[in-house]
């Protein structure tokens, strides 16, 4: 089976990372126009891919190098500075190749750092992997566990795709038992499979966890049922480290933590302060630090309501449907917290937690953003690619960066400044020179790419509209743009609506003034038509 892999462009080479964890046998065969990809996957799994490439590559100047949990190639190109659009001849896109979204920007006119940083640059990122492997679950022997349907109901879901909600109708799944934790406690559900469907959301009714998937599950039919490890380690890391900066803001600086959100990119902990003494987060991020390098156990407890350890352990309260006994998670010797969501067995496990910084919060409240473990990593290698983008856009060095962007900033104020004052010298030369014209009709008629409102009202102002329509548009000349319509008070009431339905776009008027959006500047030339009509028209009724 072929590996699954990513590939970016740069000027001088092309990137492949075939994802391939401890794998063994590698072999790669690359020749000028093709290259052949092998080697065993851990579980003895032979794994294939052959690329025929875009263009042709060095085959002696490209190299690769394996690492655990993937192998880098990088192919020298033939011509340099030639972009390539796709990795393979072929147009179509294998299944298992993806652009590295992450890596890809524009290289026109970088220069090339070569084949040196991008090594020394893989190199960094691999010693901060060295952290070993996901640590297992506590209360699993495996990812899998075997249970049985329940209940199978008709539901419908709302789901947000690319910013737009839509409705997905499935089946609400109740199972004997669950390995999938529900949504609370400020921590997202986890998702996975029951059998091969995939579980879109896990909900809490009572003490039931509530499955959605798109496909019926047969009632009573024992299933398999597989937790996403990637999503449920990432949330255990968040959340015991949350509990961990809670902790340490608390005994610290007597900071009480009021709620807190576990979010796609990074996490927020409400803080009861309305502000932060200079050089406490930086403080507070060291401990905090240490105390994971410490390997530190954390450990859950099931009490019983009226157990008195109940009343010496951190809670904001219950649910008020909440039934059996109590869950305590601690932190050996820091704390003890009555918690519903999933944790790691020790600090260690965190690897390490970065405060982002603080923000102003609701009601005097402190908002505190951080991360925890690989989101840390993944924010370093966003970072660094992003410095390296700005450092090839802004030619200067990172520390220099801020300075650069705020005299391009200023400079752009500038401009806009200046090309606004000749926007409107033009307005009014443009206006002069149709006064000026003897034969002039009683239409004026005029289209720029460039412009704004102001600029199409000046032109008005400066005819004068008494008696002469104007007829002014801004934009693309056949797209989406700007319009307006001045001229006699009855003129323009009567043909606004009229010009509004041309364009097929929106606006409003008063006191001789039409103007709004235009949807297709294309059709002005039927806008200019209806206009010499009616003035034709009235002029005839007048005589």
């Known amino acids: 089976q072929p590996a699954k892999a990513l590939w970016f462009d740069r000027s001088k080479y092309a990137y492949i990372n075939f994802i391939v964890e401890d794998s063994k046998d590698v072999q790669v065969d690359i020749q000028e126009n093709k290259m052949i990809f092998s080697c065993k996957s851990a579980d003895d799994t032979n794994v294939y891919n052959e690329i025929y490439f875009y263009d042709k590559v060095e085959p002696k100047d490209s190299r690769e190098r394996r690492y655990d949990r993937t192998i880098n190639v990088m192919l020298r190109k033939l011509k340099d500075k030639v972009a390539w659009p796709r990795l393979t001849k072929d147009t179509g896109k294998p299944c298992w190749l993806a652009v ?73 799944v109740t199972l004997q038992d669950t390995i999938l934790f529900p949504e609370g406690g400020g921590q997202p559900d986890d998702r996975g499979l029951i059998g091969e469907v995939p579980v879109l959301r896990v909900t809490r009714e009572g003490a039931e966890a509530v499955h959605f998937v798109e496909s019926a599950l047969e009632v009573g039919s024992a299933v398999p049922l597989r937790v996403d490890w990637e999503r449920r380690f990432d949330h255990m890391q968040q959340h015991s480290g949350q509990h961990l900066i809670t902790a340490i803001a608390d005994s610290k600086f007597g900071y009480k933590t009021t709620s807190w959100e576990l979010g796609r990119q990074r996490s927020v902990i409400e803080l009861d302060t309305p502000s932060v003494k200079p050089g406490e987060m930086e403080e507070l991020e060291a401990v905090v630090n240490e105390k994971i390098r410490a390997h530190i156990p954390v450990t859950v407890q099931l009490l019983s309501a009226d157990d008195p350890t109940v009343e010496k352990v951190r809670s904001r309260g219950l649910p008020d449907d909440h039934a059996g006994p109590i869950r305590i998670v601690d932190i050996k010797g820091i704390d003890a917290n009555m918690c519903c969501g999933t944790h790691v067995s020790n600090l260690s496990h965190l690897q390490m937690i970065k405060i982002l910084g603080t923000e102003k919060g609701k009601k005097n409240k402190t908002n505190l953003i951080f991360l925890a473990g690989r989101r840390v990593l993944k924010f370093v290698e966003r970072s660094f690619s992003t410095e390296r983008a700005l450092t090839s856009l802004l030619k200067t060095g990172p520390e220099e960066h801020v300075e650069a962007v705020d005299k391009l900033q200023k400079s752009v104020k500038l401009l806009q400044k200046n090309n606004l004052n000749l926007l409107r010298d033009m307005a009014v030369l443009i206006a002069q020179n149709f006064k000026n014209n003897p034969n002039r009709g009683k239409v004026f008629s005029l289209h720029r790419k460039d412009g704004d409102n102001e600029f199409m009202n000046i032109i008005a102002n400066e005819i004068g509209t008494e008696d002469t329509v104007a007829f002014l548009t801004v934009g693309e000349e056949k797209g989406a743009g700007l319009f307006l319509l001045a001229g006699p008070v009855e003129t323009v009431d009567t043909l606004g609506p009229r010009v509004v339905d041309l364009l097929e776009g929106k606006g409003a008027g008063k006191k001789g003034r039409y103007q709004g959006k235009a949807g297709r500047l294309a059709r002005r030339g039927e806008v200019e038509a209806l206009l010499q009509q009616h003035t034709r028209l009235h002029s005839s009724e007048e005589e």
């Open 100 to 172: 590295d979204f992450d890596n890809w920007r524009d290289w026109e006119k970088e220069e090339e750092d070569g084949m040196a940083e991008y090594e020394r640059y893989v190199d960094m990122l691999q010693d901060m992997k060295k952290g070993g492997a996901q640590p297992a679950m506590d209360d699993l022997d495996d990812l899998d566990f075997d249970t049985v349907v329940v209940s199978c109901c008709p539901a419908e879901l709302k789901l947000e795709n690319n910013g737009k909600k839509e409705k997905i109708k499935g089946f609400n």
